[in-house]
């Protein structure tokens, strides 16, 4: 199947959909956010990697920022935080650059705040990425690269066939349950803990006891 125009959705709420579906449906089809430590950290990090006018050569591959990219066999569209491009004059995988002569061949690198994760979440955004670019250069990407702030460190993923399978089953889900715009039912775990939608997803589980003490010792006792 071919999706097309308004049947696409951000590539980057795969992430979201690994993590928990119910939590891509809040965002992707009830628009809901709310910015928790995470994320904030997370924007402001991508606020450095995301600059569409930045283009660097170092040694001897070029890197590029802010790289649009689409799968109409996902259904899938985003920007990547940065490709670099290899020298690979010899790889049938080669692409070629109309600044920089020569032939290259896509490495796409995403940025992320934490450490590496148990799940894999960032692995999915990431070969979600590179089939994206697969489709577009008509080309395969065997690897790409995850830069985890936390630990200064960068990690290399390989572009596994089990990595692929599970890109196209989210992708397929996701578009399922857009269509039937249905809220997934709440799966909770220990993954609820880290999820900036927790309050929206279980107002029943916010903590209203530290509001009601700040009240009542900075309030309430001042009134009195
Ligand atoms: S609180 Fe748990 S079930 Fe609800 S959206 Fe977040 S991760 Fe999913």
Excluded at 35 to 43: C, V, Y
Excluded at 124 to 146: F, H, K, N, P, T
């Amino acid at each position: 199947m071919m999706y097309c125009g308004d049947d696409m959705l951000m590539l980057s709420g795969i992430q979201h959909f690994r993590f928990c579906p119910r939590q891509w449906a809040l965002i992707h089809i009830d628009q809901q956010w709310d910015d928790n430590r995470l994320t904030m950290e997370g924007s402001l990090m991508h606020q450095h990697a995301d600059d569409p006018f930045y283009r660097q050569k170092c040694g001897d591959y070029i890197s590029l920022r802010s790289v649009s990219v689409a799968s109409y066999q996902l259904g899938l569209y985003g920007v990547t935080d940065v490709v670099e491009l290899h020298p690979a004059d010899d790889d049938e995988n080669a692409i070629s650059h109309p600044r920089y002569p020569g032939w290259w061949l896509p490495y796409p690198v995403e940025y992320k705040h934490g450490k590496p994760k148990k799940h894999e979440e960032d692995e999915v955004q990431l070969a979600a990425q590179a089939m994206c670019l697969e489709e577009q250069y008509d080309i395969r990407i065997d690897y790409g690269a995850i830069f985890y702030a936390e630990i200064r460190h960068r990690v290399e993923v390989a572009i596994s066939e089990k990595l692929r399978q599970i890109v196209t089953d989210c992708a397929r889900q996701m578009h399922e349950i857009f269509s039937s715009g249905q809220l997934p039912t709440i799966q909770r775990g220990r993954h609820c803990e880290k999820c900036s939608l927790k309050n929206i997803c279980m107002p029943e589980s916010v903590d209203c006891t530290r509001v009601s003490h700040y009240l009542k010792k900075n309030l309430y006792e001042e009134t009195s």
